[in-house]
């Protein structure tokens, strides 16, 4: 049974390695000229997404490559002191197992553990599917496949050829995001240095085997900006005009835009469909259900996504017509939730007005002066919070591994 699986980021990778687990032949198809190397930010893996990849072998390679980063130095835009935060603390709340690591490294490390067995296309993109499954391609020629999957991000090509324009879908929580890449000018050595005002944030951190840094800002603004998501330009232009006038290290790390090798910028944006699935295509990750960069622990989802997808296409022998509705059966509760999530960490993190920071600052306090004991049981309260992640019971599909479908 032949599978087209469009995107080669985090998604698309690990669900080739569980298709072909099962036994289905899988091809990848990549817009980029090659894997992505441009140095990529920080992302979340927790325990659901922790248990899968120790599944496929891969736990030793990515701890290796976890970013250290576990000290936080917040300073306040008006304000004197600092707040420092074991970030050990939050994460240990958060989940029973956590690492931190740069996605571009996840990345790799999914596409080395596929690539023997996997046939990858890539500087090629999709621009048609038909009923039938035969797909065109804008370089290759057209060719027919069974199932074809859309694991291509938050602004997914086969999301759009299928179930129509992003505008249908998204949903703006209220923010933005920013990430590239800087010389690490402050030596910075398993800890983030930031500050934080109202409606913005602005951070700087490494990672343990960078010899770079990352600058992260996040911010409000009260309507939507008007950019194109592939205008660098416009985006860098927004960037400096939002953050103008704020101090710290803010000044000398925009003027490292003209000069920054990695850039990326997008908004917190949330995709809300009632179905992933249409005929023979269905959609896995951010290009289906992303909670919101860098507040809905998006990597996590995608991860465990691919592997419920993966199974339950062994469990149906391949039948999408009984796959795809177990899959959105299976995954549906843990991304509404993570939605909800999302929302309300935007909020938290870019703080509004005085009184959302100051309860910022006091709530990093808190968690920094509480026993590690008395903070995680406080979030294990429930299912809706904090603990989300940890919350969902992943399906034991070992029975259908190494079965030709």
């Avoid at 669900?15 to 990529?40: C, H, I, M, Q």
């Avoid at 370089?139 to 694991?151: I, K, M, Q, Y």
Wanted: aromatic share 10%.
């Amino acid at each position: 049974m032949q599978i087209l699986i469009s995107g080669a980021s985090v998604a698309g990778p690990a669900l080739a390695y569980w298709l072909n687990r099962y036994g289905f032949d899988v091809t990848v198809v990549e817009r980029a000229p090659s894997l992505r190397k441009t140095g990529g930010h920080a992302i979340d893996l927790f325990r659901p997404a922790m248990d899968i990849v120790e599944k496929m072998g891969l736990i030793d390679p990515i701890t290796a490559k976890k970013t250290g980063t576990n000290w936080l130095t917040m300073y306040r835009e008006g304000q004197e002191g600092v707040v420092e935060l074991d970030l050990r603390r939050v994460f240990t709340a958060v989940s029973d197992r956590h690492v931190e690591i740069m996605r571009d490294d996840l990345s790799e490390i999914f596409y080395d553990a596929t690539r023997a067995d996997i046939e990858y296309v890539f500087d090629d993109s999709i621009t048609a599917i038909a009923e039938d499954g035969t797909v065109t391609f804008e370089r290759g020629p057209s060719r027919r496949f069974d199932l074809v999957v859309g694991a291509d991000g938050l602004h997914s090509n086969v999301r759009g050829l299928v179930f129509g324009p992003e505008s249908r879908f998204s949903t703006w929580v209220g923010a933005y995001l920013a990430v590239f890449s800087v010389p690490n000018y402050l030596d910075l050595d398993g800890r983030m240095e930031g500050l934080s005002g109202i409606g913005r944030m602005a951070g700087m951190y490494g990672a343990a085997h960078m010899s770079d840094a990352r600058a992260l800002f996040l911010f409000r603004t009260p309507e939507q900006l008007q950019y194109h998501h592939r205008d660098i330009a416009r985006q860098k232009k927004l960037l400096r005009e939002r953050f103008a006038g704020m101090g710290w290290q803010v000044p000398r790390l925009l003027a490292e835009l003209d000069r920054t090798p990695a850039f990326y910028f997008d908004s917190i944006t949330q995709l809300r469909l009632d179905t992933w699935s249409r005929g023979r295509v269905t959609l896995v990750g951010d290009a289906g259900y992303c909670p919101g960069p860098a507040v809905g622990g998006s990597t996590s989802l995608a991860v465990v996504g691919a592997y419920i997808l993966a199974g339950e296409l062994a469990a149906a022998r391949g039948d999408h017509e009984r796959a795809f509705p177990a899959y959105e059966a299976e995954i549906g509760e843990y991304v509404l939730r993570s939605r909800t999530f999302a929302v309300g960490a935007a909020k938290r993190i870019v703080p509004g007005n005085r009184f959302d920071l100051w309860t910022l600052t006091q709530a990093a306090r808190l968690i920094g002066h509480l026993p590690v004991a008395v903070t995680k049981a406080a979030t294990k309260l429930g299912s809706k919070g904090m603990r989300l992640h940890d919350s969902i019971a992943l399906k034991d599909y070992s029975a259908y591994e190494g079965v030709r479908q």
